[in-house]
């Protein structure tokens, strides 16, 4: 496994310096970042391990900051007969799950991974680049993951903590191999079912990474609908979503069918949406060694919002996890008008901290309060009768 991370560790004083700041976005921005890239040789995924790291370690200082963020009156919802805070993090960000327990004191849900059954190193590095005027993040990861053995001790850890966030996570079987590739990639779907089934709350299945082509292979109705019959036999009770990557209006129709066979499956609906491929001239960084990147932040933002309001109004009782460059609390509030129960995040944590969480939080509650709904429920509730 490729691992550098140990070659930054942080004086005290840094480490200090970056926990405060990882609660007050401004300083984050300003301060923070720039002394952890200057400790990471400007290797912004160096810079990210660094930031994981140092929450899992400083777990318990965690949970007692995270009684500042306390502006949750009216934000729970109800998904699939639990109580969700429905702010939570997007897949990428934990893949391997390790820092769950300190995470959970702040996001209201976790989707840890993509977990695959195999460890893989993914693509090599350099693989990820930052636009800080932007607010964009590139990468070309190539699905490296520490394997499903390792998850699941991270999940069964999880679990005997007394940490409630419910933990939904993101899996692919990988249709890699030379022969029966399809066939292979759904016998790993059902291995990751099964073995994470007892322990998790839901599952999103992730065939749309950019940076795999191989995965083009799963991207058929048929495969869609049999993916989520697999999941309905082996996760009877548990919440089974897609993930989706951005689609152009051309491409809406054959989203949807993709939808449509998946909820016919037993899916219950959809995170939207992935990162989007760009080619390797539109990604800010000298001597990008890949063909393409994919691009997440704030140019993802009409796709969004686009394809959460178009899903909505396709399958008015789907449940939507919306993702893609959500940096403050209108643009939080204006997807869940659009049609999102849930929100979830990676790339403006990386650019702005832990402390951006609660500023669309509070956000969010302002402009309900605003327009006269009492919480996210009666504004999901009108939503529906709409
Ligand atoms: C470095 C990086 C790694 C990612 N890895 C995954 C992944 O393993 N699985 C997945 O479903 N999405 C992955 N994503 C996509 C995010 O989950 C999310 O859909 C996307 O970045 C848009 O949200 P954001 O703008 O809040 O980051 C990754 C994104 C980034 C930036």
């Given at each position: 496994?490729?691992?550098?991370?140990s070659s930054a560790?942080?004086?005290?004083g840094?480490?200090?310096?970056?926990?405060?700041?990882?609660?007050?976005?401004g300083?984050?921005?300003?301060?923070?970042?720039?002394?952890?890239?200057?400790k990471s040789?400007?290797?912004?995924?160096?810079?990210?391990?660094?930031?994981?790291k140092?929450?899992?370690?400083n777990?318990s200082?965690l949970?007692?900051?995270?009684?500042?963020?306390?502006?949750r009156?009216g934000?729970?919802?109800?998904i699939?007969?639990?109580?969700?805070?429905p702010?939570?993090?997007?897949?990428?960000?934990?893949?391997?799950?390790?820092?769950?327990k300190?995470?959970s004191?702040?996001?209201g849900?976790l989707?840890?991974?993509?977990?695959?059954?195999?460890p893989r190193?993914?693509n090599?590095r350099?693989?990820?680049?930052?636009?800080?005027d932007?607010?964009?993040?590139?990468?070309?990861?190539g699905?490296?993951?520490?394997?499903?053995?390792?998850?699941?001790?991270?999940?069964?850890a999880?679990?005997?903590?007394?940490?409630?966030?419910?933990?939904?996570v993101?899996?692919?079987?990988?249709?890699?191999?030379?022969?029966?590739?399809?066939?292979?990639?759904?016998?790993?779907l059902?291995?990751?079912?099964?073995?994470?089934?007892?322990?998790?709350?839901?599952?999103?299945?992730?065939?749309f990474?950019?940076?795999?082509s191989?995965?083009?292979m799963?991207?058929?109705?048929?495969?869609?609908?049999?993916s989520?019959?697999?999941?309905?036999?082996?996760a009877?009770?548990?919440?089974?979503?897609?993930k989706?990557?951005?689609?152009?209006?051309?491409?809406?129709?054959?989203?949807?069918?993709?939808?449509r066979?998946?909820?016919?499956?037993?899916?219950?609906?959809?995170v939207?949406?992935n990162?989007?491929?760009?080619?390797?001239?539109q990604?800010?960084?000298?001597?990008?060694?890949?063909?393409?990147?994919?691009?997440?932040?704030?140019?993802?933002?009409?796709?969004?919002?686009r394809?959460?309001?178009?899903?909505?109004?396709?399958?008015?009782?789907?449940?939507?996890?919306?993702?893609?460059g959500?940096?403050?609390?209108?643009?939080?509030?204006?997807?869940?008008?659009?049609?999102?129960?849930?929100?979830?995040?990676?790339?403006p944590?990386?650019?702005?901290?832990?402390g951006?969480?609660r500023?669309?939080?509070?956000?969010?509650?302002?402009?309900?309060?605003q327009?006269?709904?009492?919480?996210?429920?009666?504004?999901?509730e009108k939503?529906?009768?709409?």
């Amino acid at each position: 496994m490729q691992t550098n991370s140990s070659s930054a560790e942080l004086t005290i004083g840094e480490r200090v310096a970056m926990l405060r700041g990882m609660f007050n976005p401004g300083l984050f921005k300003s301060a923070v970042r720039p002394m952890l890239y200057r400790k990471s040789n400007d290797d912004p995924e160096l810079v990210h391990e660094l930031t994981m790291k140092l929450m899992a370690q400083n777990e318990s200082s965690l949970k007692m900051v995270s009684i500042f963020f306390g502006h949750r009156r009216g934000l729970r919802i109800n998904i699939n007969g639990k109580d969700v805070i429905p702010f939570g993090t997007a897949a990428g960000l934990d893949k391997n799950g390790d820092a769950m327990k300190s995470l959970s004191n702040f996001f209201g849900f976790l989707e840890p991974g993509t977990v695959v059954v195999n460890p893989r190193e993914g693509n090599k590095r350099p693989r990820v680049a930052f636009d800080p005027d932007g607010l964009d993040v590139y990468n070309a990861q190539g699905f490296p993951s520490k394997g499903l053995e390792y998850f699941k001790e991270r999940i069964i850890a999880y679990r005997r903590s007394n940490c409630k966030a419910p933990v939904y996570v993101s899996i692919c079987g990988l249709p890699i191999s030379e022969q029966n590739a399809v066939d292979v990639a759904m016998d790993e779907l059902t291995t990751l079912l099964k073995s994470l089934n007892q322990y998790v709350d839901g599952f999103v299945w992730n065939c749309f990474s950019p940076n795999t082509s191989a995965l083009k292979m799963l991207r058929t109705p048929e495969i869609f609908e049999q993916s989520a019959s697999l999941m309905k036999q082996h996760a009877p009770d548990k919440l089974r979503l897609v993930k989706l990557g951005p689609y152009e209006e051309a491409e809406k129709d054959a989203s949807m069918s993709l939808i449509r066979k998946f909820m016919d499956g037993g899916g219950h609906g959809v995170v939207t949406t992935n990162t989007k491929m760009v080619p390797k001239e539109q990604v800010p960084a000298q001597d990008w060694g890949y063909p393409s990147a994919g691009r997440s932040g704030k140019f993802l933002k009409p796709y969004r919002l686009r394809s959460v309001s178009e899903i909505r109004a396709a399958f008015p009782d789907s449940v939507i996890v919306a993702t893609g460059g959500i940096y403050d609390g209108d643009d939080a509030y204006e997807t869940f008008k659009a049609g999102a129960d849930m929100l979830e995040g990676y790339t403006p944590y990386g650019f702005y901290g832990i402390g951006l969480l609660r500023n669309i939080e509070k956000g969010v509650v302002a402009r309900l309060k605003q327009d006269g709904y009492r919480n996210l429920t009666e504004l999901r509730e009108k939503r529906r009768m709409a």
